[in-house]
């Protein structure tokens, strides 16, 4: 009788396992667990067995008839498993089709890049001054110490209005816009669209951007300038970018210096970035002339200051690798998303 | 300025590659922009070219013994002069403005204009071609050579920096030489054939005939040496470097003496130069000196004394020089330095004009010292942080908005032509044409500067629909310039300006899914897409005051366009551009332009907005729609406001949420137009009957006021 059960349950169990469907199992149940089932048949039978036989028959028989009941309420939930399977598996779409969203405007490169300028600027104390572009000849020559008849205007280039109305060549205008409505200490910023005749190709352009510094205080020195940039140069390209001055002349500053970055794309190896000098030039800077100061009612004894002036094209050419500065005036949609 | 290599080496005493001497110069402030490679045209002679990029401030530069002075500076080694023949002239006096030996008679009538003139006058001479050497020479240097007497000139000005100039001697009347300037109506031929019209401002060398060369800029015609010339009068002078500027801009007439003249040449050099080059054209040309070098000289060129305070000298800057160190450098540039009890007495020989002052000298020192062994320090006092102002933060603000509403950023130029503003529409009278001129322009189409931003707006879409892009959503933040009367500079106001043209997805493709839904599919702009990006605008500056008024404007569709009002003023206009302006700029599709006047809006910008309480009771919601006609009196806001009016105090909100308009099933010029009505009290929660009777009263108004009729769904 035992090994009947035993043979029963072997040949149940491979049935229920067998069964791929909801109905397929519902037969079973009925075949083995219903109310005329195989099951039941056999505790029917359980009276004619010797009465000393029945407890472990009995035990046996229930063992049987709940481990099928597990089996088929197990089984019953793996197809129901398998079909929501299914069911999400037909839902399934192409995930390798293009994503739908609304489009998000970019910042335009240059300005960005000028944003970042102004931002290491701002960490070390400066503030943001903007000033007119459309000047006058005193704010841009006289007194920024040109004098009449320079030969140092001709690399001004500078579009006039009218003989005293002319658009800013440089930024370094506002430093007396500034200075004739402040005390020093003076520490400012000047971000700002520039004009000069210059024929427009890949690498010039009539307007640019600049950025200008003016800090007038008590012992300014060259030294300061120098270490102030050299931050600016760090902050900006990396620990190994340093500052190299050079002699250079503008009439508005003495000393004067250009500024120039060591390269960091070939680290002072030489590449075609830098023309093989290991070093790019970056702009303009010496200690605030005081001629300049004067002009502006400042006491020259106790007060020193330094200016610097630099491009910002080059900075974002640079670091984007953008090779045709016509670019940044095109309004070209494919260009501007980019950033 | 081109420095041969080896003709420079003449001077220099170092052991020195051409390619270091050009680090060294370039470190020291001359800068070498390049090193070439010369060989002769006739292929016996080459050298290496220095190209040198003087500045404006070192005219003492301009000549082979100029670099050789500084790069002994730099190298702290000596330089020297060539062989100078001094027994051709004599022991220079100065205050003398006319001097005469017979022969020759010089006379400085503007003594302002021509302080030093000094001549010498040779005989005997045969016009010959120049050695082999001298010309290789001019031509490494970029000269080419003409005859022995004129290239001798140009050699000696290139040698010595001092402009020279051959006279005729027997083309000359009386040999005597008047410096002097011209006068009104006076006209002279030059060199190069061109008669030229002089004015009272040009200086003249001149003999009692009339002018015989503009000072310091070309000699002229009539007294020119030629082939057969045995007579020259050799003119070796000092000018006014303002003088011959006027004269050489004013002219548009620039040569090598006058590139010279105007950096400043030095004014002791007349002599030293006149006895040069005399001895290498008689070398060549035979002949002899008559008498000796006459020297007229107004003004007193002895060196300028100028006091170096060494603490001042560290304090500009930055370093710990000793008085001794300075000295050191500033011997170096020649010139004298004695100690004296308030520092370092300087005298500085007159060829460096541009050393006046004790900060000039603070310079020179360190130059010579190296800017490489500056010091980096930061400057010490702090006494403010670096924050933007509030006005600054702002107009940032303004462009994150305009990018979070998919605005792509662009920059154009601030010219712009008249020809634009025919583009756009504007007629003759329009302010927009009240426009600032440029007097010099670059190119025809830019010749002003601009009013509006936007053509430029439209130039952009022009652009990309050129490189067939059509989807386009640009702004900017720019200046416009706007004339002021009796002002001689424009208003400046910041304006921003917008446009948007095609999709503005970043993909547009569309997705039928489960049960029939449909996704994706282009996000086409239209009237309400730009004027919802004005009103974030407005709303991200916390702009309140502000409403939209039907407009007319020239580029501008008449019934869809808007300005925006502050306070019942137009600041700004938007809308969508006209089919002609369509057209004109050759675009595809319909463009939707907006320009606001930023400047008021950032006036009336608030800083911090003030936090409004949340509700916490729940809101019911009803959905209201009324057909009516499609006219003025029926316009959105109209009803809007009756509803306001009429929906009491629980009435919250008021959000139109479809516009529908169907000739056949509304009936022609009818509308459908639907709101969302959302009912608040503060202290409760509403109920539904409360609810029904505000509806009903609000029904009620707007159909008795108005011909709309209530549209039961």
Sequence with gaps: ?339 | MRVPYGWLMDYLEAEITATELAHALTMGGLEVEEVQQWTSEDGTASDQVLLTKVTANRGDLLSMIGVARHAAAVLGTSWKLPDIPWNLVAEPVSGQTLVSDGRVTIELADPAGCPRYSGLLMQGLTMRPSPQWLAHRLEAAGMRPLSHVIDCTNYVMLELGQPLHAFDYDRLRDGHIIVRRAMAGERMETLDRQERNLTAEDLLITDPAGPIALAGVMGGSSTEVGPHTTRVLMESAHFDPTSIRKTSLRLGLTSEASYRFERHVDPNGTLRAIARVTDLILATCGGEVVGKALDACAEDFSPRRILLRPRRCNAVLGTDLSADEMARCLRAIDCQVTPCPEGLQVEVPRLRWDIEREVDLIEEIIIVHGYDKLPLTVPGRLAQSGVLTRRQKQVRLVGEVLRQCGLNETLSFSVFGPGDLDRLGLPQEAPERNMLALGNPMIETQTHMRTTLLPAMLEACETNVRQRVTDVALYEINKVFLPRPAEPLPDEPLRVAGVLMGSMATSDWKSTLDRGQVAGGPQVPDFYTVKGIVQQVCDALGVTGTSFGRAHHPAFHPGRCANLLLAGQPIGVLGEATAEVQQRYDLPARVYLFELELEPLLAAACEYKPYRQLPRFPALLRDLAFVCPDDAAHDAAALETLILQSGGEYLRDVAVFDLFVNAERLGAGMKNLAYRLTFRADDRTLTDDEVDALIERIKDTVTSKTQARFRDY
């Design chain 1, 1 to 339: 009788m035992l090994d009947e059960i035993a043979l029963m349950q072997t040949e149940a169990e491979a049935a229920i396992a067998a069964a791929d469907s909801e109905a397929a199992l519902e037969e079973l149940r009925v075949k083995y667990l219903g109310r005329n089932g195989l099951v039941r048949g056999q505790f029917q039978k359980l009276g004619s067995l010797p009465k000393e036989d029945r407890p472990a028959v009995g035990a046996a028989l229930n063992q049987l008839a709940k481990g099928l009941e597990e089996r088929l309420e197990a089984r019953r939930a793996e197809l129901a498993a398998a079909d929501a399977d299914r069911a999400l598996l037909a839902d399934a779409i192409d995930i390798t089709l293009p994503g739908r969203s609304h489009r998000v405007g970019k910042r335009h490169p240059l300005l960005a890049t000028l944003d970042e300028m102004v931002a290491i600027f701002l960490g070390l104390g400066f503030r943001v001054v903007e000033g007119p572009e459309v000047e006058d000849y005193y704010h841009s020559f006289t007194a920024l110490n040109y004098p009449e008849y320079h030969p140092a205007m001709d690399e001004q280039m500078t579009f006039y209005c009218g003989p005293d109305v002319l658009l800013r060549s440089q930024t370094s205008t506002v430093q007396i816009r500034a200075m004739e409505h402040m005390e020093p200490p003076v520490r400012i910023v000047v971000p700002g669209r520039c004009y000069r005749r210059d024929t427009v190709d890949a690498t010039h352009c009539h307007t640019f951007y600049q950025l200008e510094g003016l800090l007038v205080d008590e012992g300014v020195t060259f030294a300061d300038l120098k270490g102030t940039l050299e931050i600016f140069a760090r902050e900006m390209f990396g620990e190994r970018c340093h500052v190299r001055f050079r002699p250079d002349f503008f009439p508005f500053t003495e000393p004067s210096a250009e500024v120039a970055l060591s390269c960091t794309l070939c680290e002072g190896g030489g590449c075609r970035v830098c023309s093989n000098t290991g070093y790019l030039e970056v702009g303009g800077a010496g200690e605030v002339d005081p001629n300049v100061l004067a002009g502006v009612g400042y006491d020259t004894d106790k007060y020193t200051g330094f200016a610097f002036g630099v491009g910002v094209e080059r900075f974002t050419m640079l670091r984007h690798g953008i090779d045709d500065i016509r670019l940044f005036y095109s309004g070209d949609m494919r260009f501007l998303g980019q950033f």
